[in-house]
């Protein structure tokens, strides 16, 4: 991505032309990257949170946060999941440049969502059935 950016760039401002696709495939790159940057984080427990506050509560309190926590993520890639999935077989268009399906680029946020779903549910069950319950 970066150096299709630099390329792109070199060829804008010092060739004075420009390559037609690569803003458009930046642009989904970017958010394919995005996507599953979050899975990712999720899966490393690297997400943001309020680590401050976290902190101050006891082993047995921090095992209840992370319950709930994980709960709602649960849910939300749930609805993400069923909305990109929607989504992306209802789509229609094709890109403004480049000659494919809107489908495969609406497609990320379907599988970033069922990615963030496994993590989760497998986050759930790890908190559930580990033996450290103190």
Not at 19 to 36: D, K, Q, T
Not at 91 to 108: A, N
Request: charged share 15%; glycine share 2%; with cysteine.
């Amino acid at each position: 991505m970066t150096i299709l950016a630099v390329v792109s760039v070199f060829y804008r401002y010092v060739l004075n032309s420009s390559i037609a696709w690569s803003e458009e495939l930046l642009r989904y790159l970017m958010v394919f990257i995005s996507m599953f940057g979050a899975a990712l984080a999720l899966r490393n427990d690297e997400h943001i949170g309020l680590t401050f506050v976290y902190n101050k509560f006891s082993k047995k309190y921090k095992r209840i946060i992370d319950f709930f926590r994980y709960i709602v993520l649960f849910l939300f890639s749930c609805i993400l999941a069923y909305e990109g999935y929607k989504f992306a077989i209802t789509t229609e268009t094709t890109g403004e440049i480049l000659p494919i399906s809107m489908k495969y680029p609406h497609f990320v946020v379907f599988l970033s969502a069922l990615l963030i779903f496994l993590i989760t549910l497998t986050k759930i069950m790890i908190l559930i059935f580990s033996q450290d319950k103190r």
